[in-house]
Nanobody, 123 residues
Framework: QVHLVESGGGSVQSGGSLRLSCAPS????????MAWFRQAPGKEREGVAS???????WYTDSVKGRFTISQDNAKNTLSLQMNSLKAEDTAMYYC?????????????????WGQGTQVTVSS
């Protein structure tokens, strides 16, 4: 069982930045697919960004050029740097890990989830 703890959410004005962090309870670097999902009220959970065991990165189209996913090998943390935030980025953001080292998009296939951190962007 891998426990994931997110931090770094908060409230920011449109155009601002936030950095989310995820701390897994065991070493996940280059072993798991690690991803960030988000869920806004009344909407389905959607993938935001992922990084697989060989370092391939994926972003959903709406965040390309604004968000950056990264992993720190020494600290075993996953981060999501979010710049130029928009009101439509408002959601609960979740860190997720999949034991399949090649990332898949369907959230149902992910094995472990954090409890989420709220991001609110005011226009």
């Amino acid at each position: 069982q891998v426990h994931l703890v997110e931090s770094g959410g908060g409230s920011v004005q449109s155009g601002g930045s936030l950095r989310l962090s995820c701390a897994p309870s065991e070493y996940t670097y280059r072993r798991y697919c690690m991803a960030w999902f988000r869920q806004a009220p009344g909407k389905e959970r959607e993938g935001v960004a992922s990084i697989d065991s060989i370092g391939r990165i994926w972003y959903t189209d709406s965040v390309k050029g604004r968000f950056t996913i990264s992993q720190d090998n020494a600290k075993n943390t996953l981060s999501l740097q979010m710049n130029s935030l928009k009101a439509e980025d408002t959601a609960m953001y979740y860190c997720a890990a999949d034991r399949d080292p090649i990332c898949r998009r369907n959230p149902v296939l992910f094995d472990y989830w954090g409890q989420g951190t709220q991001v609110t962007v005011s226009s």
